[in-house]
């Protein structure tokens, strides 16, 4: 398959998308597998919502959220799973339990989520702007890029951050996540409701055939589904 598909496990009662679906640790897990049965090459866990508006988190009650689901999953999955936080605490934590990916969303805590990383050997998922911070050392660091769909941008700024990925991919491996982002709505021109798939699988084969290592999601599934095809139909 052209890029690998990670599902997106939220234990939180706020996020914009499934907040409190699945806000209990037994049914996160469920979650989780039932994504690895479906195809997730990858298993995003989050504690705190990123949407806008949601109200910020100390890491102690981030981890409080995290760390039973995590444990769990470390010990059931076959698959990495990662870790979303930009708290420095709770990535240091999450890689001592077995995550294996930190995703940070914000630039700030990039320089300490660096040498966790490092230190760990896991790999670091970063704005693909803090490229452009030539104080940071990557050296020895595996990492990964997000353009950051859908955070403090316009719908224009979003495409132009879609089209910017063939480029971007030349600069490492691009993780995009847009998975039932408000950029479906701005595409098709559509007042859509509830989870608009057809538009978000279309984004997100889309940004496999640009060059992305790693596309994002909540449909794990139908995702896979529409790589593989692409995938088959390319080739050669």
């Given amino acids: 398959m052209m890029a690998k598909v990670m599902g997106i496990v939220n234990v939180t009662p706020d996020s914009f998308s499934d907040g409190g679906k699945y806000y209990r ?9 039932n ?100 104080e940071l050392d990557l050296d020895g660091l595996d990492y990964c890029l997000d353009p950051m769909i859908g955070f403090g941008t316009t719908r224009e700024e979003d495409v132009a951050l879609l089209r910017s990925i063939p480029e971007l991919a030349k600069r490492g491996r691009v993780l995009v996540g847009a998975s039932r982002k408000r950029i479906v709505k701005k595409l098709t021109g559509e007042k859509l409701t509830g989870k608009n798939l057809g538009g978000n699988i279309g984004i997100a084969v889309w940004c496999a055939m640009n060059g992305a290592g790693i596309v994002r999601v909540h449909d794990v599934k139908e995702t896979v589904q529409a790589l593989k095809v692409v995938s088959a139909l390319s080739a050669t």
């Fill in 25 to 33: 640790a037994d049914e996160a897990v469920a979650r989780a597998r």
């Fill in 35 to 134: 994504m690895v049965a479906d195809g997730a090459d990858i298993v995003d866990l989050g504690g705190e919502s990123t949407r806008p508006g949601a109200t910020p988190l100390e890491w102690a009650d981030e981890w409080s959220r995290v760390e039973p689901v995590l444990s769990a999953l470390v010990a059931c999955l076959k698959v990495p799973v990662s870790v979303d936080t930009y708290h420095p605490e709770t990535a240091e934590r999450a890689v001592a339990l077995g995550a294996k990916i930190v995703n940070c969303v914000y630039t700030d805590p990039i320089p300490r989520m660096i040498g966790i990383c490092r230190k760990s050997g896991a790999t670091l998922v970063m704005p693909a702007k803090c490229l452009d911070c030539a």
